[in-house]
C-alpha cells in the first residue's frame, strides 16, 4: 500500500469504521462503482490503460525534439498534468498551460513566449466547445499558421472525443495527430488518461511507472472492509461535516512539490460535492508559508473547520545546518538538517491545532516520485466518488457550472 491514512485525531470516535450500517453502505458504492455505472470508467482505466501507452511515447518522443509544449485546456483537461509536472520535475520539454482563464494579457504573454521556440501545442476537450479553450485554440491555429505554413499541422496534436465534436471533426479533416479522452470519464478523473499522460509524458516523466501506482492503488481499494484507507477518509470527512458541523476543509501540506496537486485536489472535491446546498468548501494550504497568515486563523478562529495533511514520508537528503554564530538566534539549529526542522514544523503545526480542537486527518506516501503520486490520484478520486455517494449527491456532473456560461453567452448577444 503506497497511500496511508491516520484519523487518530479527527475526532471521530473508531467504532465508527467497523459500524455494520456504514460498512454496508460503502459496500454498496463500492459496488457500484464496480459495475459499470455511468461515468465511472475511471475506475477499473489504469489496468487498462497501461497496456496501451506506444502511441503518447511516440508523440511525446516528437514533441520532445522542440523546445516547448503549450498545452491548451482547463480545469480537469490541465490541472491534473499540471499538479504531477510540478511535483515530479520537468525533465523533458518545457511544458506551458493556456486557455485558463479569459484574459487577453495572459494568452498573449504565452504566445509571445513562444515566438521564437520550436513549439508544439496540444488542445485538451472532450466537447470541443468549451469557451476558454476553444478561443485560445484559435489563437494557436493563427500562431502556428504563420509560424510553421502547411506544416502547421505536424506541430499540433489534439485530444477529444473519439467519435464526435468539433475538435473530432478538425482532426479528421486536416489530418491532424490526435488522442482520446475516452467515454464514460469526466474532466476531472481524467488525469490517468491520454488527458494527462501524454503532457506528463512530453515533460519527460515514466508514465507507466505513473500508470503502475494507480493499478496498485486500484487493487487495494478495490477490497471493501473497514481498513480501506478510502473509506476511512470519506467517511470521516462525512462524519466531521454532518455530524460535527463542519463546513470546511483544508488540505495543508509542508511540501512546495505538491502545492499544484492541492489545486487538482480543490477542484475534485469542490465540483464534485458542491450541489443541492450540500458538500464542504475545500481550499490547500502551503506551509510554513501559509502558516504566517492562515494559520491564525485555523488556530483562533471561527471552528468551522477540519484538516487533511499531506505528509512525505521519505525525502531527499539534505544538507546540516552548521558554523552557525552562537549570537544567531537560530544558533539552536547547528547540526540540523532543513528537512529536519522542516518535519519538526509539521509535527508541531499538528499538535497546535490539534490542541486547538480541530480534527486533523493525516494522508501519506512514502515519497514522491512516479508510483506514490499516481497511486495519490487514484486514492484521492476513488474517496472522492465515495464521499459524494455518502452524502447524497452524484459525484460526477456539475449542473451548477453552467449557469455562468448561460449569463456570459446572454451578455455577449444582447
Known sequence: MKISIDTSLSLVDE???????????????SSSLHSDQPWTAWVNYPSYKIQFLSKIKRLAKKVKLGDVLLVIGIGGSYLGALAGISALKNRGVEVVFAG?????????????????????VNVISKSGTTTETMIAFEYALK???????????DHLIITTDKEKGYLREFAKINKIESLIVPDNIGGRYSVLTDVGLFPLACAGIDIKKFLQGAVDEEKTLSV??????????????????????????ILSSFYPKLSKVGEWWTQLFAESEGKDKKGL?????????DLHSVGQFIQQGSPILFETFLN??????????????????????????VEEINLAARKGTIKAHSSAKVPIIQISLEKIDEENLGSLFYFFEYACAISGKMLGVDPFNQPGVE?????MKKLLSE
Open 143 to 153: 500562431f502556428l499558421k504563420t509560424k510553421y505554413k502547411s506544416n502547421f499541422k
Open 224 to 249: 471493501a472492509n473497514m481498513n480501506n484507507p478510502a473509506y476511512r477518509y470519506a467517511l470521516t470527512r462525512f462524519i466531521l461535516n454532518t455530524k460535527k458541523g463542519k463546513s470546511v476543509e
Open 312 to 337: 512525505v514520508n521519505n525525502i531527499e537528503k539534505d544538507d546540516v545546518l552548521q558554523n552557525i554564530d552562537k549570537s544567531n538566534p537560530i544558533s539552536y539549529f547547528n547540526g540540523k538538517k
Open 100 to 120: 485558463t482563464n479569459f484574459s487577453y494579457e495572459d494568452l498573449k504573454e504565452k504566445f509571445d513566449y513562444c515566438k521564437n521556440k520550436e513549439v508544439y
Open 15 to 29: 467504532k465508527v469504521y467497523s459500524d455494520k450500517k456504514n460498512l454496508k453502505k460503502f459496500e454498496e458504492i
Open 281 to 289: 468548501f475545500v481550499s490547500s494550504l502551503n506551509f510554513s508559508t
Open 403 to 407: 449557469d455562468y456560461k448561460r449569463n
